[in-house]
């Protein structure tokens, strides 16, 4: 079936530095790419998305990139504050006959060291 | 942005209980509700879609007697977990995509979800 992995599991960078959390994503058919922030007891989310006829993304200190022909995506975070410590999950969007769904990635914990 | 509710917020129930969620989407219509369940540091699972007056589609290894879900209207859904047990104790989270689908339908908002504990 449909699977999606995330790397690294866990993050840790110091404010001002730069993160980056890389995705493949396996069923070739997949269209769109939302990323999420997920906070501690929280819902998720959305911080930036793509769609397949992108290549790349950007807002503000947030960009992502996708390659279609390695089914690879991911996202960068600039100049990260300790606001933006949190899990990330990235996720495909798998279109199927009448209806489509979201497969999540395992999550990426991201710390933020002042 | 659009605004999805969720009640409620926490339950603890007895063992052999059932425990009805709802999902509601506050100010968009919304086809399709997903629901999903998340356990303590690992990722959303994704157990069912819904449509509103249709069968929900369950995934694999989710068990439809146990996990009874209906779309009632475009503005609700709900899930009930029949004779809960403690191993059912989990974060469950539903979202909802605002129409229509496709194109600028394909953002999902997500409940605050609900953290059911099961004794």
């Known amino acids: 079936g449909e699977n999606v992995e995330q790397h690294p599991s866990t993050l840790s960078v110091q404010e001002g530095d730069s993160a980056v959390i890389k995705c493949t994503y396996s069923?070739?058919?997949?269209?769109?790419f939302p990323w999420y922030k997920q906070e501690l007891g929280k819902r998720p989310q959305l911080i930036i998305d793509i769609r397949s006829n992108v290549g790349e993304k950007k807002d503000q200190r947030i960009a992502v990139t996708l390659n279609k022909t390695a089914k690879h995506f991911s996202l960068h975070i600039t100049e990260t504050q300790p606001e933006d410590s949190a899990v990330y999950f990235c996720a495909a969007r798998r279109r199927k006959t009448s209806y489509d769904k979201v497969i999540f990635g395992p999550g990426t914990s991201l710390s933020v060291i002042p | 942005g659009a605004v999805v509710s969720q009640h409620p917020s926490r339950v603890i129930c007895k063992s052999g209980t059932s425990v009805k969620i709802e999902c509601r989407s506050l100010d968009f219509q919304a086809t399709t509700m997903f629901w999903y369940r998340q356990f303590p540091k690992q990722s959303l699972m994704l157990m069912a879609t819904s449509n509103e007056g249709s069968k929900a589609t369950y995934e694999q290894g989710v068990e439809k007697d146990k996990f009874l879900i209906n779309h009632a209207s475009l503005t609700l859904s709900t899930l009930t977990v029949t004779s809960a047990h403690p191993e059912d104790s989990s974060f469950y989270i539903c979202s909802a995509r605002e129409m229509p689908s496709g194109g600028a339908g394909d953002t999902q908002y997500f409940g605050p979800g609900t953290r059911l504990t099961v004794l």
């Open positions: 069923d070739s058919a997949s269209n769109y």
